[in-house]
Nanobody, 122 residues
Framework: QVQLVESGGGLVQAGDSLRLSCAAS????????MGWFRQAPGKEREFVAA????????RYADSVKGRFAISRDNAKNTVFLQMNSLKPEDTARYYC???????????????WGQGTQVTVSS
């Protein structure tokens, strides 16, 4: 059973940057593809970014492409989401997820963290 704990969220102004981290424990982190999702109040959870278990492939939602960057450090069992040029519409709770399927749908992921709140003011 893999446990995921996110950190790094906060309140920032539009145009600022944040770096989210997700620390994994309880399993073999390098066996899993990892993803970031977000959910704003009243909206469905949406895909943000994903990274192949080796880090060799990346995928992004169109809304964050060119602004966000996902990376991982398998030696430290951690996945990151660097968020630049933040916009008010990026405001959401951000969740880290892990799974064995390479997918953008939330249902494909087996393990989830509790999330970290990101709020971007205009």
């Amino acid at each position: 059973q893999v446990q995921l704990v996110e950190s790094g969220g906060g309140l920032v102004q539009a145009g600022d940057s944040l770096r989210l981290s997700c620390a994994a424990s309880g399993g073999t982190f390098s066996n899993y593809h990892m993803g970031w999702f977000r959910q704003a109040p009243g909206k469905e959870r949406e895909f943000v970014a994903a990274i192949w278990w080796t880090g060799g492939a990346l995928r992004y939602a169109d809304s964050v492409k060119g602004r966000f960057a996902i990376s991982r450090d398998n030696a430290k069992n951690t996945v990151f989401l660097q968020m630049n040029s933040l916009k008010p519409e990026d405001t959401a709770r951000y969740y880290c997820a892990g799974g064995r399927r390479w997918a953008v749908s939330a249902g494909a992921y087996d393990y989830w963290g509790q999330g970290t709140q990101v709020t971007v003011s205009s």
